[in-house]
């Protein structure tokens, strides 16, 4: 292993509130970047000297070495930065696929999200610019708002504003010279999630693939009656499941595509030995944590 971040959903896992939990003793992470050093006689498709990712969560990437069938990983360019790499199989893959596969959206279109400095909602940003879609981006009010609204628009964000904006009455005049959202992504849950809804043009769909708040998403009535909003779900491993392993090879493809032409970069990362593990996931497990951090073997 080189590197491995440390996700939202790899301390779910631990704390045992996730929809796949592997068997007990297990090895935390589900994310990460590995380099082959040596394969069996009967591997065909990889080599030593070949970087590496998790085919599916559950692997346990924090670790130094592993052996693994060839099935449980998926080979990808290794001409990419090493932080791409890394955070490369779980959030930019759950951003394409929520903006490619819930609404058939045309550039110009636009989409809303909370949690908007999340690793997803980075890559959110980046991959709609890149799509040539418009962004109206929620995060929860700081003391840095300032620094953090000019790190989003740096990397493509059109609109950054705070939970509080998002519910005032003035929020209609950003509609003036953009459409109303068909498509809002939540990770938050709650009033957010709540909010998020009031906002999307009639038919529109909200998908919902994180629950940070931990409080249900609250859906008016009168808004799924009179403007048919609809409600979803997203979670990357159901969608692989769902595809093939050569369609997610696809998808990795197309991410790294993107990083290669530098319209997608890693989020905010610290690099962190894994030997101060305890640290890094004590910082992981802050508010306000605007750096991810990666395990660096």
Not at 27 to 40: F, L, P, S, T
Not at 227 to 246: E, M
Not at 269 to 288: D, R, T
Request: with cysteine; charged share 20%.
């Amino acid at each position: 292993m080189l590197a491995a971040p440390i996700n939202p959903s790899d301390i779910n896992m631990i704390q045992g509130n996730y929809g796949l939990l592997p068997k007990l003793p297990a090895v935390g992470g589900n994310e990460g970047i590995g380099q082959v050093v040596a394969v069996g006689s009967s591997v065909t498709g990889l080599k030593p000297g070949d970087w590496v990712i998790p085919a599916n969560a559950g692997l346990g990437t924090w670790q130094t070495e592993a052996v693994f069938s060839e099935e449980a990983l998926i080979g990808i360019p290794s001409d990419i930065p090493l932080q791409s790499a890394a955070t490369l199989g779980v959030n930019p893959c759950t951003a394409y696929r929520m903006l490619v596969d819930f609404e058939q959206l045309q550039p110009g279109d636009s989409v809303i999200q909370n949690a908007s400095n999340s690793g997803v909602g980075q890559a959110v940003i980046q991959i709609a610019a890149a799509l040539g879609l418009r962004t109206i981006n929620v995060v929860r009010d700081r003391p840095d708002i300032q620094n953090l609204t000019d790190r989003l628009k740096n990397l493509g964000a059109e609109h950054v504003i705070t939970e509080e904006e998002l519910r005032k009455p003035e929020m209609k005049n950003l509609f003036k010279d953009m459409p109303q959202p068909r498509l809002a992504l939540n990770c938050v849950g709650g009033k957010s999630s709540t909010e998020l809804l009031r906002q999307l043009a009639p038919g529109g769909t909200m998908v919902t693939y994180g629950g940070m708040a931990k409080q249900p998403v609250v859906a008016s009535v009168s808004l799924l009656i009179f403007k048919d909003l609809k409600l979803r779900g997203f979670w990357l491993s159901q969608w692989k499941k769902d595809h093939s392993p050569d369609q997610f090879k696809e998808l990795i493809l197309t991410l790294c595509d993107l990083i290669r032409q530098g319209q997608l970069t890693a989020p905010a990362c610290s690099e962190v030995p894994l030997q101060e593990y305890q640290h890094a996931l004590e910082i992981s497990m802050k508010p306000f944590t605007s750096s991810k951090q990666i395990l660096t073997m």
